[in-house]
């Protein structure tokens, strides 16, 4: 962008990150921002985090108003734990194609193929998917609830590589469904290599929705909040990261004087990526787009949930 440009981008932020502020405290509202974020919808939130740590805030804010900035199904988990609370987003278009591989009519299916077996969702599914499992996990803690489950058989939806990565830390036999989360699973054993050869003193971090093969090469696996205390705490300098790049900007923040790599013609979700600062405003503004579970089903998914935000 030339200088000009540049300069017009920066007063257009400057008067709506102004404007929000404003909007927020007429609202009574808070701003939740996943990691995987534009950095701009980051530097404005009250609480950036993994999907665990968003679940928890929204489930224990005082806030009259929760904007979600992430994708549906997160917004979705927000207004389950928080029911008395309006819940809004600020584009209905991002959704996760991972959460929209498993649905209700399947789900029933498996069940009654497996009777005996208990069923754990990966947070990334439907309000309605919810509602038919046992409990939720999300990558933080998806080993510590699969060792929770009363039950030697677990039906895992829908990340089958999140499932086989969790696999090998349980003695439960484990039927995994077919998911997938279509941007980590491009990262390939190929670009990993082609990487390490470009950044020989670097450890290759990975999230457990990489493929096996790819997870398999970490120097360390780990949900994003996992990645990012390690980076921290290391004392390597430089990193390849698998995971979504948007998790760059608190790997900077936390640790300045460390480099970060993405294989970013990949690790970019484009559902993550159709929010922005404008939009943020918008729907504090017009109060839309709201998020609305039907009871019924909110009732069910919510059991789900709170057994897994007790899980330790
Ligand atoms: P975490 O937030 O649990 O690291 O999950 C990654 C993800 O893909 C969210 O959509
Ligand atoms: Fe879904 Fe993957 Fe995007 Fe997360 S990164 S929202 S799992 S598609």
Not at 5 to 30: D, P, S
Not at 187 to 197: G, Q, W
Not at 272 to 285: P, W
């Amino acid at each position: 962008m030339e200088a000009l440009a540049l300069e017009r981008k920066a007063e257009q932020n400057r008067e709506l990150k102004e404007r929000l502020l404003q909007l927020k405290k007429e609202r009574n509202a808070i701003i939740l921002a996943h990691y995987y974020q534009r950095d701009e919808v980051q530097e404005v939130a009250d609480f950036r985090g993994d999907s665990f740590l968003l679940a928890q805030k929204a489930a224990q804010t005082d806030a009259d108003v929760i904007v979600f900035c992430g994708v549906h199904f997160m917004g979705e988990s927000a207004k389950i734990l928080a029911p008395n609370k309006k819940v809004i987003i600020p584009d209905e278009r991002a959704g996760c194609p991972m959460a929209d591989m498993v649905n209700v009519d399947g789900l029933r299916a498996l069940k009654r193929q497996h009777p005996n077996a208990k069923v754990v969702a990966y947070i990334n599914t439907s309000a309605e998917v919810k509602s038919e499992t046992d409990i939720c996990c999300t990558s933080a803690n998806a080993i510590n609830v699969i060792n929770s489950v009363d039950s030697d058989e677990i039906i895992w939806v829908p990340d089958k590589n999140l499932g086989d990565y969790v696999s090998k830390f349980t003695s439960k036999k484990m039927i995994i469904w077919e998911g997938y989360c279509n941007t980590h699973d491009m990262l390939t054993v190929k670009d990993v290599e082609e990487m390490r050869a470009q950044y020989p003193n670097a450890q290759f971090v990975v999230h457990p929705e990489c493929r096996p093969e790819v997870v398999k090469m970490g120097d360390f696996v780990g949900s994003t909040t996992a990645i990012i205390k390690y980076c921290k705490e290391s004392d390597c300098k430089e990193f390849i990261v698998g995971t979504e790049d948007g998790t760059g900007y608190q790997l900077r923040m936390d640790s300045p004087d460390k480099q970060f790599h993405f294989a970013t013609k990949y690790l970019v979700c484009p559902n993550m990526k159709v929010n922005n600062l404008k939009k943020i405003v918008k729907a504090l503004e017009t109060m839309q787009p709201e998020i609305y579970v039907p009871e019924d089903v909110a009732e069910k998914a919510r059991l789900s949930l709170e057994r897994m935000l007790q899980v330790k």
